[in-house]
Nanobody, 122 residues
Framework: VQLQASGGGLVQAGGSLRLSCVASERTYSTDYMGWFRQAPGKEREFVAAANWGGYTKNYADSLKGRFTISRDNAKNSVYLQMDSLKPEDTAVYYC????????????????WGQGTLVTVSS
């Protein structure tokens, strides 16, 4: 399965961005899709994930309330709405897919997208 992420860009602090990721096909390995990010000089970290129906979601504790994940099954897509952005949110954001919530949260993913850069200016 190939994942294609888009939607990154430059935004001022306090602004919003919506990231999109589309999977090339629907398989069991896309039951859970989500987002990770990697800031310069830092390790990749989990951001959020959702199951196929979008009713089971998991967020990094530090991002709850500002980031919202959603899915559109008809489009094999997952989205990340990012509000109240801060300069520390600057990172390359990657979408990923896995067969369980536990695996995707741990970064044990079956597929990874190419990443999209989000830059938040102060």
């Amino acid at each position: 399965v190939q994942l294609q992420a888009s939607g990154g860009g430059l935004v001022q602090a306090g602004g919003s961005l919506r990231l999109s990721c589309v999977a090339s096909e629907r398989t069991y390995s896309t039951d859970y899709m989500g987002w990770f990010r990697q800031a310069p000089g830092k390790e990749r970290e989990f951001v959020a994930a959702a199951n196929w129906g979008g009713y089971t979601k998991n967020y990094a504790d530090s991002l709850k309330g500002r980031f919202t994940i959603s899915r559109d099954n008809a489009k094999n897509s997952v989205y990340l709405q990012m509000d109240s952005l801060k300069p520390e949110d600057t990172a390359v954001y990657y979408c990923a897919a896995a067969i369980t919530m536990q695996r995707i949260t741990r970064g044990e993913c079956d597929s990874w997208g190419q990443g999209t850069l989000v830059t938040v200016s102060s």
